[in-house]
């Protein structure tokens, strides 16, 4: 079993602003592994002899700035998406919890995936302009900008195209939650002890290994969901993608009739590669910013650790503390007598 757990002393806004700071520190740090990986999934010619090769002929031909192709798209998704996901996820939590205040790690894996399926279709459009990015030639594009893109693609391909795809990325929480699901429940004798005796590094590898086992297993779906995103008429090439097809069924055939069966695993790769130093940044810079807001409102001595600072209740809220400290400030402060008056 397991609580919702939340550290009261630093606000809701602060949170939300930690997480996309981290996210998108590390989101930049990794985006060369992440265009690999788009770029294998969709099949476009750069991955032809592998992808070492592809990062080198990429850079040959549109430059070093190439390997960052997207990452705006993905960086100013962020903070709607993590907002979304954070108010879904709170709900439903609620929802699944036990009369106790208690919930299992089976419902708190659903009510997490459920919660990111919401802001996956909310945000969905940002994604496919991402991959649209990505795929063309920075040097010749056909899309100027971000707006431009949406624009271009609304009035070119309609409303549609921007949501071209999404059925793979929804049935793809499927497997992505039994793959996290079969990795907690096996922690603890993995480990021989309890979940809740764990050490940050413990966490941290658990971390790293869940994705990894649920982005494998779910990986076959976002394959499919890259290719539809990224096909068009409209685009040199059809887009790039290696092959054609008419809807996301005739995609899983396409692919595997033309590629074989790990075909749908292609980029899986830089992928994985991508997890540990993708989560090692994002939480260090997660606990380093939190560290920051927790010295600004008045819990901790210095932002370069978590040494508390004496005398301070750390079970007040921010706004509670400094309701408080203002109570004693007027109260120490010296009266004006009145022959100053």
């Not at 699944?96 to 009510?111: Q, T, V, Y």
């Not at 497997?175 to 005796?197: H, M, T």
């Not at 994705?211 to 887009?239: C, D, N």
Request: contains cysteine; charged residues 20%.
């Amino acid at each position: 079993m397991a609580t919702l757990r939340r550290d009261g002393r630093v606000t809701a806004l602060q949170r939300l602003g930690c997480a996309g700071l981290a996210g998108a520190v590390s989101l930049s740090l990794t985006a060369p592994l992440e265009l690999l990986t788009v770029l294998a999934q969709v099949g476009t010619w750069h991955c032809g002899r592998g992808l070492r090769d592809a990062g080198r002929s990429l850079c040959r031909t549109e430059g070093v700035r190439a390997l960052w192709k997207g990452n705006l798209t993905a960086c100013l998704r962020l903070c709607p998406y993590s907002a979304l996901q954070l108010a879904a996820s709170r709900r439903l939590v609620t929802l699944f919890m036990d009369e106790l205040g208690h919930i299992s790690h089976w419902r708190a894996i659903m009510a997490g995936s459920l919660a990111g399926m919401v802001a996956t279709i909310a945000t969905y459009p940002t994604d496919v302009i991402k991959t649209r990015l990505i795929v063309q030639n920075r040097l010749e594009p056909s899309y100027e900008g971000i707006l431009h893109a949406f624009c271009k693609i609304y009035h070119q391909e309609g409303l549609r195209a921007l949501y071209r795809g999404v059925s793979p990325a929804i049935l793809g929480a499927v497997p992505f939650s039994a793959g996290s699901f079969f990795v907690y429940i096996s922690l603890d004798k993995i480990w021989q002890e309890p979940i809740v005796n764990f050490t940050p590094l413990q966490n941290f590898i658990n971390g790293c290994v869940a994705a990894a086992v649920a982005q494998t297993l779910s990986f076959p779906f976002e394959t499919v969901k890259r290719k539809m995103q990224a096909q068009s008429p409209w685009l040199p090439h059809y887009g790039g993608v290696d092959v054609h097809f008419t809807g996301m069924a005739d995609c899983f055939r396409q692919t595997v009739k033309n590629k074989g069966v790990l075909g749908l695993w292609s980029g899986l790769t830089p992928s994985l590669l991508k997890i540990v130093p993708y989560f090692g940044v994002m939480f260090s810079t997660f606990e380093f910013c939190k560290r920051v807001c927790l010295y600004r409102n008045g819990y901790i001595e210095s932002p370069l650790n978590y040494k508390l600072t004496p005398g301070v209740d750390q079970s007040l809220h921010p706004q509670e503390l400094r309701e408080l400290n203002l109570l004693r400030r007027e109260n120490f402060e010296p009266r004006k007598s009145a022959l100053e008056n």
